[in-house]
Nanobody, 124 residues
Framework: VQLQASGGGLVQAGGSLRLSCAAS????????MGWFRQAPGNQRELVAG????GVTYYADSVKGRFTIYKDNVVWLQMNSLKPEDTAVYYC??????????????????????WGQGTLVTVSS
């Protein structure tokens, strides 16, 4: 599966952005999806995940502000943005086999498919 992420940009603190992740060569119903971010000098971290069964996961730092959902695209709605949200954001996908509908991998190492990054910059 190939992933294409877009939607990043420059926004003031308190503002909103919506990132999108389009996939080709696969169907979302077979994959767990994740939005990761990586700031300079930091490890890539999972901020939001979506199991193939629709169960969501959020990092504590974004709970109540970010929402992951999908239709024919996987979206990351980001509200009340803070300067510390500044990072390159990546979407990722991992094929999940069997009836593991609630499972969302948490580590970047568990994902085989990655989109290119999209830069989100939040100014104070």
């Amino acid at each position: 599966v190939q992933l294409q992420a877009s939607g990043g940009g420059l926004v003031q603190a308190g503002g909103s952005l919506r990132l999108s992740c389009a996939a080709s060569g696969g169907t979302f119903s077979m994959y767990a999806m994740g939005w990761f971010r990586q700031a300079p000098g930091n490890q890539r971290e999972l901020v939001a995940g979506l199991s193939k069964g629709g169960v969501t996961y959020y990092a504590d730092s974004v709970k109540g502000r970010f929402t992951i959902y999908k239709d024919n695209v996987v979206w990351l709605q980001m509200n009340s943005l803070k300067p510390e949200d500044t990072a390159v954001y990546y979407c990722a996908a991992e094929r999940i086999y069997g009836p593991n509908y609630d499972y969302t991998p948490k580590s970047a190492m568990e994902y085989h498919y990655w989109g290119q990054g999209t830069l989100v910059t939040v100014s104070s």
